[in-house]
């Protein structure tokens, strides 16, 4: 009876399963021991006994002991579950220590001492509030040397020259004047020093006399004075005082308003209030005399303060009016009395009147520049042909300028030669770049060599090109073009 090649092999492979045992896990090392110092230990050990000497079980490995601020090995280890046995010890960084006093400076003395001298070199005896005696180093001076005896705290404790810093008495520091600084101190500014004084390489200082006499404040911090002072070099000096009497706002440079906000102007260095003016309002500067003075254009001079005008009439280049008039000579110089207003009519290089006046900081529409407070019409540059340039330009050839054009002595003129017309394919004609970022194109153009082409059956085919002149936007082709300076000009 044959056996069906399936079940055959399936009884195989139970027995496989069944008879091949998995394989055993594998052991993973143990950690090697570690001491508190870093270092391996120096054996194994299972029992603190197993440890001898100065040395100690810690997990698994005999450790040496650590060592005390006497700079001997402790007598036992301990922690927080394991404390000192011995009297007299102390836990310190895992060993048992003598409970010695504290130095000045908080450290552990050395040593117990039997009185002045009992110590070695580097070390002076220390006496604490609890009459104890340690062994302490000798402080160590800002200048790097070793102080010429110990103090506590009290500059009559030191010999003539030198003050109590640090716990020794050391040489009297200089001030950044070059005399000697009158009583030691710590930090940095007036800190623990009398009113008056700052300290400076620890010792406190005369504060420098500022401009006015007075006595200067805290040194200023990164040219900055807290409580509003002004710094004068490196020391605060106290806010001056205003006209009014009244101590000025923050301090300031310059004239006129300079750093000041609104309604102050800058006055010996510090933001004075101006006065008000009639109608309540803030001036927006000083002046002397009356009408418009050193005002500007819509201000009259009131109150000793640049007030706004009450006229509402407004001049012939659309400027609000100046002071009431009833003839040009009660206007002030370049002005002229127009409808009982005093009007500035100043015309421009070319002779023609300004568009307007320039804004608060001299701003003035496309195409204009700010001249003697009034929007002139810009003064573009004059090509080959005599006619003026389209618009200014950077560069040599075509530069910035629009297809159709060249760049010459800053200003775009009309090509010399006529751009070739291998540019598009023919019969397409080019009407403007493609953008410079996605290169697209106007609606029915198609970008080709840099520039949009128009086929016959698109509307903006025999349309006007750039270069053309123009009146308004919708005379140019594509969003790409606008109509700048009356002619169209491709923008990238």
């Known amino acids: 009876m044959k056996v069906p090649y399936l079940q055959l092999y399936k009884h195989l492979y139970l027995i496989s399963a069944i008879s091949i045992p998995p394989p055993p896990p594998v052991a993973l090392p143990l950690p090697r021991p570690v001491c ?88 002076y005896c220390f006496i604490d509030i609890n009459r104890e005696q340690g062994c302490c180093p000798v402080p160590v001076c800002p200048n790097g040397q070793a102080a010429v005896a110990p103090c506590d705290g009290a500059p009559a404790a030191c010999p003539s020259g030198t003050t109590c810093i640090n716990g020794g008495c050391c040489p009297i520091p200089m001030c950044s004047s070059g005399a000697p600084g009158i009583s030691s101190c ?41 409580g509003g002072g002004v710094c004068d070099g490196d020391v605060c000096c106290p806010l001056p005082t205003c006209p009014d009497g009244q101590l000025a706002l923050v301090s300031c440079f310059g004239a006129g308003q300079a750093t000041c906000p609104l309604g102050y102007q800058c006055f ?31 201000y009259d001079c009131l109150n000793e303060v640049c007030c706004r005008s009450e006229s509402t009439n407004r001049c012939p280049n659309g400027g609000l009016g100046g002071s009431y008039c009833l003839s040009e000579d009660q206007c002030g110089p370049g002005y002229e009395c127009v409808g009982g207003t005093c009007c500035f009519l100043s015309r421009c290089p070319d002779g023609q009147l300004p568009d307007q006046p320039c804004g608060p900081y001299g701003q003035c529409g496309l195409g204009f520049f700010c001249i003697q407070g009034q929007c002139c ?70 970008c080709h060599m840099g520039s949009c082409c128009a086929s016959q059956g698109s509307p903006l085919f025999n349309t006007v090109g750039p270069g053309a002149r123009c009146l308004s936007q919708t005379q140019c082709p594509g969003q790409f073009s606008v109509c700048i300076n009356g002619y169209c000009s491709c923008v990238e």
Not at 188 to 212: A, E, I, L, M
């Open 268 to 298: 010996g260095n510090g933001c004075c209030a101006l006065p008000s003016c009639p109608d309540g309002t803030i001036g927006i500067q000083s002046c002397k005399g009356y009408g418009l003075s050193t005002c500007p254009l819509s």
């Open 377 to 446: 019409q810009q003064m573009l540059p004059i090509c080959p042909s005599g006619q003026r340039a389209a618009q200014t330009c950077l560069g040599i050839g075509q530069g910035t300028c629009a297809y159709g054009f060249q760049c010459f002595n800053g200003g775009c003129c009309p090509a010399a030669i006529a751009p070739p017309l291998s540019i598009c394919p023919a019969p397409q004609q080019p009407i403007c770049y493609c953008a410079a970022y996605n290169y697209a194109c106007p609606e029915s153009t198609a």
């Open 186 to 226: 710590v930090g940095y500014g007036q800190s623990s020093c009398s009113p008056g004084f700052n300290c400076q390489n620890s010792v406190c200082c005369p504060n420098p006399t500022c401009g006015d006499g007075q006595s200067s404040v805290p040194s200023c911090n990164y040219g900055q004075c807290s």
């Open 36 to 123: 508190l110092n870093g270092e391996p230990p120096s054996h194994p050990c299972l029992d603190p006994n197993e440890c001898e000497g100065l040395t100690f079980c810690h997990r698994g490995g005999c450790c040496p002991m650590p060592i005390c601020p006497s700079r001997l090995p402790a007598t036992q280890y301990c922690d927080p579950v394991t404390p000192c046995l011995a009297p007299g010890y102390i836990c310190l960084g895992n060993g048992c220590c003598p409970n010695q006093p504290l130095c000045p400076l908080g450290e552990r003395a050395l040593s117990l001492c039997a009185g002045p001298g009992s110590c070695g070199e580097g070390l």
